[in-house]
């Protein structure tokens, strides 16, 4: 374990809990959206999020910055707990916390010109020495925007420089951590790796700290240091993003990885794919213990009836599955190996 | 019957559209072949025709404001751009059956499915409305929808994402068609759900003997499907060639752009990955050039006076650009070298 100073954000036991009416007599059941993340995010790092439509990534995402109220837990900001703080505190504490979006249209405001999108943060905060307009070309040019454009509206933009719009006005302020909500999935294939190098260069030259949310594996592997895998509400792996990739440990992070279409015909024609059976699961009345037991090749009647707790299965790298232990990583193996025990 | 003969033929293609501000070339001279039991992968960015070239071939083009102002497709021998509404309706859905990205699209809300499957077949296979219902559940069954026999009186919203994608693909293949076009088939699914259907199509072609049309974006889901690739930008082909010659000689800027600037899980994190500058050209304010010179690493004063010519730098393998068998041969020797 990591000395909580290296910490900038520390979730305890997170919760976000949404309520679903489920038909006009039958009341109202609790999604368990978000359901009890305790996470670290380093200085400096870039933890990688990864997960399926409906794990409730973007909501542990916006829960950090309380842009959904969480319904238990408590998040920490070097240090300082933000779950405490009252509206208008938490609003000055954003100017350390900022969110990136993934529709960056939907984001900005169409009738207000970069210059002021740019600016509003600015003013809001009152962080110009010098004039805001100075400010506002500096920062167009850092994310790689003419100065030339700032009078103009975001329909007048494409995609990607829309996204590079969002990015300037989340710069704005100078903040320390970003969330980054599928940042690049709304983009071209040429156009996802020229935000995704800029959010890079960005990292290295301002010292930022990301949580980078996506359901694109090759994207997450590519700027991630650490990787978190999140399944119905729950982190179920973590670890360093080449330990994870290269040795991952849980059943539905193996199936994930081995999922990922690679563009090369010959690694594409070699590799063994572990095509899991049916859908996510729906997180109104997901299935007991484990969540994945009812899509896992290795589950046993105990994997429906323990909630397994994410450990350190190697060093650094943590798992939440009852088949695997320290001293026995290794699920294929172990299933092998117990065949007989469990009388299949 | 040979086996490698032309199903489908697209000769010098042009598909327009009128706008406000003058007349975009969606579809600007595109010509290929498909053989029978082949898969061709076509790829592009948005906007690169890769779609508009695949409705042309359905002629659900709207007209106006599209029109489809040259050229002849002919599919097993017959001329689609002659046909009569009439005869194309007997095409479209039997013959050739097209499945979207997204599946609501295809599907009517209000419908059960197996009212929408069975429409199809006593349509185009006259069933009767016994036969259709009993047909319809070894489609879903084929499918892989688990509890066919019940779950044919459900409505489209009452499946997933992944089991719409394969109720639509159902009735896609409910007539045996010859030709199944799949545009951006699994772009809205989860990775995991990608891999089922991915695996279904391919499961179904190996089957049914299906020739695939494959519309996407992604490198990799045409790595692991197509036996051919057509690369698109800005309305032209740019690159065609079998599928391992396109990843490890290509012969077009292009084509080895996007190749190189998607991120390789398999490879270590660090170095930035390679990015094409720019952004795609104004479909209304083409030069006379290449319309990818501005964004190109190896353009010459040339490339933005004159158009490139469609070069065959090997049988089978063509690259659109002045500089095509130079860019051909460096592809070669640079993975001779690594």
């Known amino acids: 374990m990591n000395s909580s100073d290296e910490n900038l954000i520390s979730l305890e036991e997170l919760a976000v809990y949404y309520r679903s009416s489920r038909g006009f007599f039958s009341g109202s059941v609790a999604v368990k959206a978000v359901d009890g993340v305790s996470l670290d995010i380093r200085k400096g790092e870039t933890l990688g999020l990864v997960g399926e439509s409906g794990c409730g990534k973007s909501t542990l995402g916006r829960a950090i910055l309380r842009l959904t109220e969480p319904t238990s837990g408590r998040v920490f900001f070097r240090g300082k707990e933000l779950t405490g703080l009252s509206k208008s505190q938490m609003r000055a504490a954003r100017r350390d916390l900022q969110m990136i979006f993934q529709d960056p249209y939907a984001s900005l405001n169409p009738r207000m010109t970069v210059a002021q999108i740019v600016g509003e943060p600015i003013r809001t905060f009152g962080l110009a020495n010098d004039s805001v307009k100075d400010r506002v070309h500096d920062l167009m040019e850092t994310v790689g925007l003419s100065r030339a454009f700032s009078q103009r509206y975001p329909h007048e933009f494409s995609g990607g420089q829309r996204q590079r719009i969002g990015i300037a006005r989340a710069l704005a302020v100078e903040p320390e951590f970003i969330v980054a909500d599928e940042p690049i999935s709304a983009l071209d294939v040429s156009i996802q790796a020229q935000v995704m190098n800029l959010l890079e260069r960005l990292k290295r030259e301002k010292g930022l700290t990301y949580l980078f949310i996506s359901h694109d594996l090759r994207a997450i592997r590519h700027l991630s240091d650490r990787v978190a895998v999140m399944y119905l509400g729950r982190i179920v792996e973590l670890g360093d993003a080449g330990d994870v990739y290269a040795d991952p440990l849980m059943p539905y992070t193996r199936a994930l990885i081995s999922a990922v279409p690679v563009p090369d015909p010959i690694e594409e024609g070699r590799r063994e794919r572990i095509i899991l059976r049916g859908d996510v699961p729906s997180p109104i009345n997901p299935p007991s213990g484990c969540h994945f037991h009812t899509r896992c090749q290795y589950a046993i009647p105990e994997c429906s009836q323990i909630t397994p707790a994410l450990v350190e299965i190697k060093p650094r790298h943590e798992a939440a599955c009852i088949r695997i232990s320290p001293s026995n990583p290794d699920i294929a193996e172990n299933a092998a190996r117990n065949l007989g025990a469990i009388g299949i | ?338």
């Open chain 2, 1 to 338: 019957m040979d086996d490698n003969a032309t199903l489908l033929s697209v000769e010098n293609l042009k598909t327009y559209f009128a706008t406000e501000d003058g007349v975009v070339k969606a579809v600007d001279d595109v010509s290929f072949q498909l053989r029978r039991g082949e898969t061709l992968g076509i790829v592009g960015e948005s906007g690169s025709g890769k779609s508009i070239t695949n409705l042309s071939v359905m002629r659900l083009i709207p007209a106006p404001p599209g029109e489809i102002a040259g050229g002849t497709i002919t599919f097993d021998g017959n001329d689609l751009l002659a046909m009569s509404e009439e005869g194309i309706r007997a095409v479209r859905g039997k013959r050739i059956a097209m499945i979207f990205q997204d599946p609501m699209t295809s599907l009517n809300p209000f419908l059960k499915i197996s009212k929408q499957l069975g429409e199809v077949t006593r349509l185009h296979l006259g069933h009767t409305r016994a036969q259709a219902r009993a047909h319809a559940i070894e489609m879903l069954r084929t499918v892989g929808i688990p509890d066919a026999e019940s779950r044919i009186d459900s409505y489209p919203h009452e499946f997933s994402g992944g089991m719409r994608q394969r109720v639509m693909i159902a009735m896609a293949l409910s007539c045996d068609p010859e030709l199944l076009i799949a545009d951006e088939p699994t772009t809205a699914l989860d990775v995991t759900i990608q891999a089922q259907i991915l695996e279904l199509i391919k499961d179904l072609k190996a089957r049914l003997g299906t020739s695939v049309i494959l519309i996407t974006h992604d490198l990799g889901v045409v790595a692991g499907m197509a036996d051919r690739i057509i690369v698109m930008y800005a309305g032209k082909i740019f690159e065609q060639a079998t599928t391992s010659e396109l990843f490890s000689a290509p012969a077009n800027p292009y084509t080895k752009g996007l190749l190189r600037s998607v991120p390789d899980p398999a490879h270590e994190k660090g170095e930035p990955l390679y990015q094409i500058p720019g952004l795609p050209p104004d479909p209304l304010r083409l030069g006379p050039g290449c319309p990818f010179a501005d964004r190109c690493d190896r353009a010459e004063d040339i490339c933005r006076s004159e158009f490139p010519p469609f070069v065959e730098v090997a049988p089978g393998h063509s690259s659109l650009c002045h500089f095509a068998g130079e860019v051909y041969e460096g592809s070669k020797s640079a993975n001779i070298s690594q």
